[in-house]
T-cell receptor, first 112, second 116 residues
Framework: DQQVKQNSPSLSVQEGRISILNCDYT??????FLWYKKYPAEGPTFLIS?????DKNEDGRFTVFLNKSAKHLSLHIVPSQPGDSAVYFC???????????FGSGTQLTVLP | ETGVTQTPRHLVMGMTNKKSLKCEQH?????MYWYKQSAKKPLELMFV???????ENNSVPSRFSPECPNSSHLFLHLHTLQPEDSALYLC???????????????FGPGTRLTVL
């Protein structure tokens, strides 16, 4: 059973609007949560992370929110740009296992 | 070269072939990883090496054999693969904190493997 789930395989957003990507997890022992972005023919690149003791982390246009009681995190991109079009992977890190567990990804398309 | 490089970028092989995937990291990291990404599925962790010692093997079939001769190089030796092994194989590296904490993983571009 998947411990990290991204239930939306795709999302389309108009340029300049907000993109909200969602992720749910089942293991309450994860220590960090991350978002990776992947363009075609490239490996995933790290975007932003959040510690399990925080509820928000912001970096420029990107903000990650963590709701531990709901075991839910989200990535907000505002304003969205066409260059943001990529597959976004949610990942969770367990310090005890020293492993990253990934979701299946969400394809974001930002329309000009 | 910078970052994490992988060769070859594309590989087509028959079920009886033996081939190897190569990964090299130029970031001074001490941990390296092999992941498998099948279509529409999450990245699956296959192997983890920290300080050149294998620390994790996630129930991967023996037809996949990793090798880590030093902290900069990682290989994945392939033999008698099955068509369902066709996937994107990604290598990553990080600085293993060893004593807790977290450092993000940096990925290579991947090898697209097709098994006929």
């Amino acid at each position: 059973d998947q411990q990290v789930k991204q239930n939306s395989p795709s999302l389309s957003v108009q340029e300049g609007r907000i993109s909200i990507l969602n992720c749910d997890y089942t293991n309450s022992m994860f220590d960090y949560f991350l978002w990776y972005k992947k363009y075609p023919a490239e490996g995933p690149t790290f975007l932003i992370s959040i510690s399990s003791i925080k509820d928000k982390n912001e970096d420029g246009r990107f903000t990650v929110f963590l709701n531990k009681s709901a075991k839910h995190l989200s990535l907000h991109i505002v304003p969205s740009q066409p260059g943001d079009s990529a597959v976004y992977f949610c990942a969770a890190y367990s310090g005890s296992a020293r492993q990253l567990t990934f979701g299946s990804g969400t394809q974001l398309t930002v329309l000009p | 070269e910078t970052g994490v490089t992988q060769t070859p970028r594309h590989l087509v092989m028959g079920m009886t072939n033996k081939k190897s995937l190569k990964c090299e990291q130029h970031l001074g990291h001490n941990a390296m990883y092999w992941y498998k990404q099948s279509a529409k599925k999450p990245l699956e962790l296959m192997f983890v090496y920290s300080l050149e010692e294998r620390v994790e093997n996630n129930s991967v079939p023996s037809r996949f054999s990793p090798e880590c001769p030093n902290s900069s190089h990682l290989f994945l030796h392939l033999h008698t693969l099955q068509p369902e092994d066709s996937a994107l194989y990604l290598c990553a590296s990080s600085q293993d904190p060893l004593t807790g904490g977290f450092n993000e993983q940096f990925f290579g571009p991947g090898t697209r493997l097709t098994v006929l």
